[in-house]
Structure formats: C-alpha cells, structure tokens
C-alpha cells in the first residue's frame, strides 16, 4: 500500500456475470502485477505487465483479462469463463524491470455464488 | 516448471521460543525474497538475498540464503505475539519470481 489502491475491499457477484477488480498507483512503477490467493496457499501470477500497452500471462490467465491503458491502472476482468472465480486478489507494483522489492495493494476478496 | 516450497505450512510456537521456516527451489535462483502477510492484510516485503550463502538479520529475524542458492530459510528468536502471520518466501529465476505457500506462525502467550 501507500500508493496501491483496490477497491473494493470485498465484492460480491453472481455466477455467470463478468466483474472488474481495480488497480491503481501512484508510485510511478512501471511493472504491475495481479495475484490470486487462496486459503492456505501461496500467491498465483495471473497477469502482469512490464509497460503500459503490454502485458504478459501469468500461471493461472485462463477466465482472466487485463488492460494495461494508463501506467497507473491495471484493471483485471474475472470472467464467467473463470471456474472457481471466489478469492483474494492482490495487485502488486514493482518499481522498473530491473528492481525486486514488490508493493501490494491492500486486495479485494471476491465471493462469487 | 519452477517450484517453490515451504515448511511447515503452519507453525504453532510458543511466547519466547525460536522457530525456523524454510523455502526449497526446484531451480537455481537469483534471489529470493522474503515477505510477511498479517492475517486478514497484504503482503509487505521483509528482505531480498542475492548472494551464495547470505546471511541477513534485521533485530530477531535472520535470513539466510544456501550455498547453492536453491535454498533460504528464515529464523525467528524469542518469538512475539507481533510474529504472528504468515511468512512467504518468493524465488526469482530468469524474470520469473515464484511465491512459495507460505508458514502460517501461530504464536501461544
């Protein structure tokens, strides 16, 4: 955080029904970053992207979509076509290529029934 | 693909005690990096070790990097309430930084 926003906290859907999680930054990083995190496991990469206009997939893309339009948003789209879609997603920044240390924003869980 | 492993997944410790928690890499890493997520919170980065067989403390806390840089583990002294959390270690290779499951740090007063 400090510089990492999602909103909202928590949200909840319908199965069958697209929903967008926001990310945005102040920090000026060019990298960003979407996690998805389950009970008692580690982090996931979905999608991340390196520059604005670009981005790559992650492990786990397949029902996800993103936008990387402006350096400070990197919106992810958790699709219908995303099987198990209720979790804890987290947005994180990095501040080039080249550094390590990664920021997280403070996540939006999803619930989807 | 590139593993990364971490035990125990959960670590109940007594007010006082010390524990360790280890990370284990299928590959050979760059670096690794420590991170510490409270429950109900975010992630927030500890440390990062680069070099073969690092050793970093920050007050109770010592992280240490293997030789073979396939390795890390994170020591904890004297253990606190404000230890409790769950403790994730993330392995780079190439650009391709893995998170491992984490230890969840149950602490006993």
């Known amino acids: 955080d400090g510089g990492i926003t999602q909103s909202p906290k928590y949200l909840f859907r319908k199965e069958g029904q697209n929903v967008t999680l926001s990310c945005e930054q102040n920090?000026?990083?060019?990298?960003m970053y979407w996690y998805r995190q389950d009970p008692g496991q580690g982090l996931r990469l979905i999608y991340y992207?390196?520059?604005?206009?670009?981005?790559q997939k992650g492990d786990i893309a397949e029902g996800y979509s993103v936008s990387r339009e402006k350096k400070e948003s990197f919106p992810l789209t958790v699709t219908s076509a995303q099987k198990n879609p209720t979790a804890f997603y987290l947005c994180?920044?990095?501040?080039?290529?080249?550094?390590?240390?990664?920021?997280f924003g403070p996540g939006t869980r999803l619930t989807v029934t | 693909g590139q593993q990364v492993m971490q035990i125990p997944q959960y670590q109940h410790v007594q007010e006082g005690e010390d524990f360790t928690t280890y990370c284990n890499s299928s590959t050979t890493l760059s670096n690794i990096q420590w991170y510490k997520q409270r429950p109900g919170g975010h992630p927030v980065f500890l440390i990062q070790l680069v070099k073969s067989g690092e050793v970093k403390k920050q007050k109770r806390l010592t992280f240490q990097f293997g030789e073979a840089k396939k390795n890390s583990s994170l020591h904890i002294t004297a253990t606190q309430t404000t230890d409790v959390g769950t403790y994730f270690c993330?392995?780079?290779?190439?650009?391709?930084?893995?998170f491992g499951g984490g230890t969840r740090v149950l602490v006993k007063p």
């Open positions: 920090l000026n990083h060019d990298a």
């Open positions: 994180a920044t990095k501040q080039a290529v080249q550094t390590y240390e990664q920021y």
């Open positions: 992207s390196q520059i604005v206009n670009d981005f």
């Open positions: 993330a392995g780079l290779a190439g650009n391709k930084l893995t």
